[in-house]
């Protein structure tokens, strides 16, 4: 198969872990046989350096006319950095805004698994955690509170702010449809997430996810409210496949389920537009604190180039190969310095890409 890519290695530790998920890319494409184009385009802080702007129209017709896009962090240091002396649409985080909105990137999926050999780094007790956890949040990106009709006014001397949060059916059931998609490339269960108790906006979110249901007689599902899934993913997170909800929702649960794996230098993430295109970047920020320094985590970064040879060209294969040699890097007892503990080999950001290409082969 033939891949073209677009790569954003962005700022900070970006392209150091950037590259290493080339390297392993690389190493899966001569494995299987496939053929990976990469163009590298700039966004972001890098971007300012060069264009005055965090995005050019040149870099997004690239990101548009490529398979997929695989990306590192973007921003800098928001206290230090002369990139945040700019006004707000002129900053790193404006391009990758403008980029998701341009892209149509309305699916945002978050995995939470924990690692059999980084269980101590989660906050859990023991039985709780019992063989591990392995969900993933399908958030949806660009409807809801964030971006519905907002005001701030004064009445009768008493100031008011307002927040609205709309969406249509057509919104719900496209993100449904990818929520019911991915389940069916995993445990085939979706747990839909909502406060239909309350809300209008989630009791149409709840019949759309029944309707869309219907399609996928192999998938089971169920509904949640979201002050229960809050408490249910501390109290027993070993239930989850997918959890699908709404922008607000999905922001926080998120956050959560990412916490309870103990490690952000681990997390993957993708952002789905309709069809297969996809943006796939680490969790985590640009970390300038470590940048250059050969010690940043590249292991979110593989993990999302992996999601996305699954999610964009359905390489599950694959994507496999890479997670089970992610797997065994750590079973070996090779770790980063974010991810450190007791009796194991501490191993620089390149060593860790070299070590997981070396499983590979
Ligand atoms: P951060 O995630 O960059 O760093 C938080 C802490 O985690 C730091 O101590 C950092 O050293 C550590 N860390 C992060 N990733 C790591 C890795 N792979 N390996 C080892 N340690 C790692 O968050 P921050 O410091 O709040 O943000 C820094 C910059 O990143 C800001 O400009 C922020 O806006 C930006 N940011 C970008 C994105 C994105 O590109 N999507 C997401 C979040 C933050």
Redesign the pocket.
């Known amino acids: 198969m033939k891949c073209n890519l677009a790569v954003i290695k962005?700022d900070?530790?970006g392209p150091e872990?950037v590259s290493e998920a080339m390297n392993v890319l690389d190493a899966v494409a001569k494995k299987y046989g496939h053929e990976i184009s990469y163009k590298q385009i700039l966004m972001?802080g890098a971007s300012i350096d060069v264009h005055g702007i965090p995005l050019t129209s040149e870099a997004l017709e690239i990101a548009r006319k490529s398979d997929a896009v695989l990306?590192g962090?973007?921003?800098?240091?928001?206290s230090t950095?002369p990139w945040y002396q700019l006004p707000a649409d002129k900053r790193?985080?404006a391009g990758?805004l403008s980029l998701r909105k341009e892209l149509g990137l309305f699916a945002n999926i978050r995995p939470a698994y924990l690692y059999e050999e980084l269980k101590k780094a989660c906050p859990l007790r023991d039985d709780i955690i019992g063989d591990g956890f392995d969900m993933v949040i399908m958030r949806e990106l660009t409807g809801g509170l964030y971006f519905g009709e907002r005001s701030t006014e004064t009445i009768d001397g008493v100031r008011v702010a307002k927040d609205s949060l709309t969406y249509n059916e057509n919104e719900i059931r496209r993100i449904a449809i990818k929520a019911f998609d991915i389940a069916r490339k995993r445990k085939k269960h979706v747990i839909s997430v909502d406060k239909a108790n309350v809300l209008d906006s989630s009791r149409l979110w709840r019949q759309v996810v029944e309707e869309v249901a219907k399609d996928y007689s192999d998938v089971t599902y169920e509904h949640m409210l979201v002050d229960n899934c809050a408490m249910q993913l501390v109290n027993n997170p070993k239930q989850f496949d997918v959890i699908l909800t709404e922008n607000m929702f999905g922001d926080i649960l998120s956050d959560e389920a990412s916490m309870i794996t103990g490690s952000?230098?681990m997390l993957s993430s993708a952002s789905l537009a309709k069809g297969k295109f996809g943006l796939y970047?680490?969790?985590?920020?640009?970390?300038?604190?470590?940048a250059g320094q050969d010690?940043?985590?590249?292991i979110?970064t593989i993990l999302s180039a992996a999601m996305m040879l699954r999610y964009s060209f359905d390489l599950d294969k694959e994507a496999d190969d890479m997670e089970f040699a992610v797997k065994k890097v750590l079973a070996k007892g090779y770790r980063?310095?974010?991810i450190m503990s007791e009796g194991m080999t501490k191993v620089g950001t390149k060593e860790m890409g070299q070590k997981i290409i070396e499983e590979l082969e």
């Open positions: 962005g900070g530790i872990i972001g990306m962090s973007i921003g800098g240091n928001t950095s790193p985080e990758l952000i230098g970047e680490p969790s985590h920020g640009s970390a300038p604190d470590i010690i940043a985590n590249p979110a980063t310095v974010d």
